[in-house]
């Protein structure tokens, strides 16, 4: 085998080494020779380092109540006003009647009055998008409270979702009461039966121990009266007594 005569006549030259990496190579060897760093600490630098180089906004914007509401769940807010199930018990729920609650199925009108606390999300206003609206809170019998409430809409649709909820659930794990108050049934001028969500006795009652409205969009529409939108059930979810001509082909 030849070799070509240029690789006999070219010597191995020495390379040279820049200050600053030899400098590198010790610090290198420096920590190499010391206790190794644990995952937690090297965890905890990282997060530091990333919290240091983000810039502080001491003047950021306070989200609103609306955006809040609707971002946290239900069952939270429940627990944070009745406690868990040893303060349902002691909790007192009222009863209305349906005139009561259908006089506030509207918008404010009234000097005082306050709009839903849901806001954006209130249910009066996905009835119609045509004729969208923020409903009025509902205000029960006792005290006013120090902030807004839910309106009538809103109130049936979360008791609705925790009623189902609590029926899928453990027996031995539920919230408070998941009603804001109670309505009557099966009597003339209130609420028909099959309108209404009532616990069964293998279920937590204690949890809802009234009645509450079932909560459907399409049980509902709204009518302007004196430039003033209502929201108008169906005729059907209120009670009506048997005839006597039913009762005698029965």
Same mark, same amino acid.
């Given at each position: 085998?030849?070799?070509?005569?240029? @690789?006999?006549?070219?010597?191995?030259?020495?390379?040279?080494?820049?200050?600053?990496?030899?400098?590198?190579?010790? &610090?290198? @060897?420096?920590?190499?020779?010391?206790?190794?760093?644990?995952? %937690?600490?090297?965890?905890?630098?990282?997060?530091?380092?990333?919290? %240091?180089?983000?810039?502080?906004?001491? /003047?950021?914007?306070?989200?609103?109540? /609306?955006?809040?509401?609707?971002?946290?769940?239900?069952?939270?807010?429940?627990?944070?006003?009745?406690?868990?199930?040893?303060?349902? $018990?002691?909790?007192? $729920?009222?009863?209305?009647?349906?005139?009561?609650?259908?006089?506030?199925?509207?918008?404010?009108?009234?000097?005082?009055?306050?709009?839903?606390?849901?806001?954006?999300?209130?249910?009066?206003?996905?009835? %119609?998008?045509?004729?969208?609206?923020?409903?009025?809170?509902?205000?029960?019998?006792?005290?006013?409270?120090?902030?807004?409430?839910?309106?009538?809409?809103? &109130?049936?649709?979360?008791?609705?979702?925790?009623?189902? /909820?609590?029926?899928?659930?453990?027996?031995?794990?539920?919230?408070?009461?998941?009603?804001?108050?109670?309505?009557?049934?099966?009597?003339?001028?209130?609420?028909?039966? /099959?309108?209404?969500?009532?616990?069964?006795?293998?279920?937590?009652?204690?949890?809802?121990?009234?009645? &509450?409205?079932?909560?459907?969009?399409?049980?509902?529409?709204?009518?302007?009266?004196?430039?003033?939108?209502?929201?108008?059930?169906?005729?059907?979810?209120?009670?009506?007594?048997?005839?006597?001509?039913?009762?005698?082909?029965?």
């Amino acid at each position: 085998m030849q070799v070509p005569s240029a @690789w006999n006549s070219r010597k191995r030259q020495r390379t040279t080494r820049s200050r600053g990496e030899t400098t590198r190579k010790k &610090s290198r @060897w420096a920590q190499e020779q010391t206790e190794p760093t644990s995952l %937690d600490e090297m965890c905890n630098g990282i997060c530091q380092s990333i919290l %240091d180089s983000k810039p502080q906004q001491p /003047d950021e914007e306070i989200p609103s109540l /609306d955006t809040i509401l609707s971002s946290v769940p239900y069952q939270r807010i429940l627990e944070s006003l009745f406690g868990g199930s040893s303060a349902a $018990v002691q909790c007192q $729920v009222p009863v209305v009647t349906k005139a009561y609650e259908e006089s506030f199925m509207r918008e404010c009108v009234y000097q005082g009055e306050r709009k839903c606390v849901m806001g954006s999300e209130c249910e009066c206003r996905f009835i %119609d998008r045509e004729n969208q609206f923020t409903g009025v809170e509902f205000r029960l019998p006792g005290p006013l409270p120090a902030t807004p409430q839910m309106c009538v809409l809103c &109130s049936r649709k979360h008791t609705q979702k925790m009623y189902y /909820d609590m029926l899928y659930r453990p027996p031995a794990i539920h919230t408070g009461v998941i009603q804001r108050y109670g309505v009557l049934c099966s009597v003339e001028n209130e609420y028909s039966a /099959d309108f209404v969500l009532m616990m069964p006795p293998h279920g937590p009652v204690h949890c809802m121990p009234f009645p &509450s409205p079932v909560h459907g969009r399409n049980n509902y529409m709204i009518q302007v009266r004196s430039a003033v939108r209502y929201l108008v059930q169906r005729p059907e979810m209120g009670f009506r007594p048997p005839s006597l001509g039913a009762a005698l082909d029965a």
